[in-house]
């Protein structure tokens, strides 16, 4: 792959469009449609930057016997989807600090330990080069509406099995329908 430019086609208010060209190994020239939080890509290696925008959590509770996860009405979808709590990292953030806060405003519920910060990760490789980070942790609390009007999300507790009938019959965002998969069944 050659890559050839990028111009930005489109800025809203959180991200930008692009279409970034370039030629294929047998010469055919390509654009590629993707957006991007940064609204100054100008090079590949802009493109490529490793700035960490994003944190996933996925908490459990304390004892290990429910996964928290969010139904969150995502308007990309038309709908609801099932995902994990997820925000944007504030500048001067560490994941860490960000994971407890974005925890807290989607849920109510306290970050009370932190067992690992998986290495950065792309959110969407398809569509965007956002990197995020995997924040994995217990929590406790009572749960307490988003502290955004601009979120629509209900948080709960669910046990294996629940997980496992969820997986069989509703919407989930693909990072999380995958480690659902996996913890539901270990």
Known sequence: MKFIGIKKVLEGRFIAAYNAE???ELGKRKIYEMCSRD????SLEELKREKCEAVVLIVTTTDGEKILLNKEFRMAVGGFAYNFPAGLIDEGEKPEE??????W?????????IDEV????????????????????????EFAPSTSDEE??????YTKEEVRELLKQTNFAARTQAYCYWWARS
Request: overall charge negative; hydrophobic content about 35%.
């Open 22 to 24: 370039y030629e294929t």
């Open 39 to 42: 609204k100054n890509i100008t």
């Open 152 to 157: 629509e999300i209900e948080a709960k507790w």
């Open 105 to 113: 405003e989607e849920t109510g519920l306290k970050l009370v330990s």
């Open 98 to 103: 960000a994971a407890a806060r974005e925890l």
């Open 118 to 141: 998986l290495p950065i990760s792309f959110s969407g490789v398809g569509l965007t080069n956002e990197r995020s980070s995997c924040v994995i942790g217990k929590a406790e609390g």
